[in-house]
């Protein structure tokens, strides 16, 4: 990945309005985490907390610096929803891999009991810390652990934060490895890489909702005040809101709204080179925003058969799979998005 080219090509996407910023990766052991700074100002922290159950970006922000990403169960904020403890800011995890959920596994302080047993992602050892003018790269280790402490897979991944006037970037490119034994991720809605939003990037709520997860939860997701909730899912293939993108597969889709008077658009991209491209959209209008290439039987849209998937990587077989997170303050419409998409294409090979 050739930073200082990329950087240009993304420059001249933006016009030359845009200015590259500087990208710095700050370690701090003590908290484990590693914090990720533009031009000295925080964007967001890779962090590793031994009371979580899985690595985090938390939290996520604008160019502006506004926090997009929802404070609970980390912090309490006044109209936020409090469901979902799990949804913690953006992540990397699945419903169902040989029977463990590694999506619902509880944070520390919170507890539900599921028909399946409850895994973690543990943070392992970071390989590389580099930062630079227009981006910065992270590699990192990550051991997915069963609930009886056998390894399944490890997770092998390279970050790249990319910063501009207006615009952030995070690049993420995941090697999973199945380890002794072969790794099945079973079909499930639950997954996998995903954001939480804050209130304000929510879909108006019109009614109370119950929704179950794939550990037989059910979660009820009251009917809140809807001042300021203004978010609109996009997708590639033109679905617009959560009724008509939820369970569809699109190569890319965003999230855009006004959050705390800043126009904000979120967007996740697929890949080509990922398995089941394009993937399908776990995208509810309470604020959950995932990309999920492998619950093919739970997205009755994109597979209206509902064939089951069971992906499987054999032991000691590895799959890599590739995403961005684009982050833009102001507003982007279909064909500008798509622009951005192909300039993901040119920087992710």
């Known amino acids: 990945m ?65 926090i997009f990403t929802r404070g609970f169960p980390l912090e309490k904020i006044a109209g936020e929803r409090t469901d979902h403890p799990h949804h913690i ?43 630079g003018n227009g981006a910065a790269t992270l590699e990192v ?44 991720f079973h079909d499930s809605k639950e997954g996998a890489i995903a954001i939480r939003v804050t209130r304000a990037l929510e879909e108006p709520s019109t009614k109370p909702e119950i929704f179950t997860d794939a550990a037989g939860i059910p979660t009820t997701v009251a009917k809140l005040d809807n001042t300021g909730v203004n978010g609109v899912y996009l997708s590639s293939e033109g679905a617009v ?36 491209y394009p993937t399908y959209w776990h995208c509810r209008g309470y604020g959950l925003f995932a990309a999920n290439p492998f619950g093919a039987k739970e997205f009755p849209k994109g597979n209206p058969s509902k064939k089951e998937l069971n992906f499987t990587l054999k032991a000691g077989q590895s799959e890599t799979f590739r995403f961005r997170i684009l982050i833009h303050s102001g507003k982007l419409d279909a064909a500008q998005t798509e622009a951005q998409y192909q300039q993901f294409l040119k920087d992710v090979k």
């Open 141 to 184: 280790s990550s051991d997915w652990i069963m609930a009886d402490g056998s390894k399944v897979l490890q997770q092998d991944e390279t970050l790249v934060f990319r910063a501009a006037k207006d615009l952030r970037i995070i690049d993420r490119i995941i090697t999973l490895t199945a380890q002794d034994k072969d790794a099945v």
């Open 2 to 66: 050739k930073h200082p080219l990329a950087l240009l090509a993304l420059l001249a996407a933006f016009g030359q309005a845009a200015v590259a910023q500087e990208v710095k990766l700050v370690e701090q052991k003590d908290k484990q985490q590693i914090d990720v700074l533009v031009d000295g100002q925080p964007f967001t922290s890779y962090v590793y907390w031994s009371n979580q159950k899985k690595p985090l970006l938390s939290p996520l922000r604008t160019a502006q610096g506004n």
């Open 89 to 131: 800011a953006s992540w990397f995890n699945y419903g169902d891999v040989n029977g463990t959920d590694f999506w619902n596994s509880p944070p520390e302080g919170f507890s539900h009991k599921g028909k399946m047993p409850y895994g973690a992602v543990k943070h392992k050892s970071i390989k590389t810390i580099n930062g």
């Open 241 to 276: 809101g959560e009724k008509d993108a939820w369970s569809t597969r699109a190569k890319w889709m965003t999230l855009s709204g006004n959050v705390r008077g800043e126009d904000v658009c979120v967007g996740i991209f697929d890949h080509p080179k990922n398995v089941t």
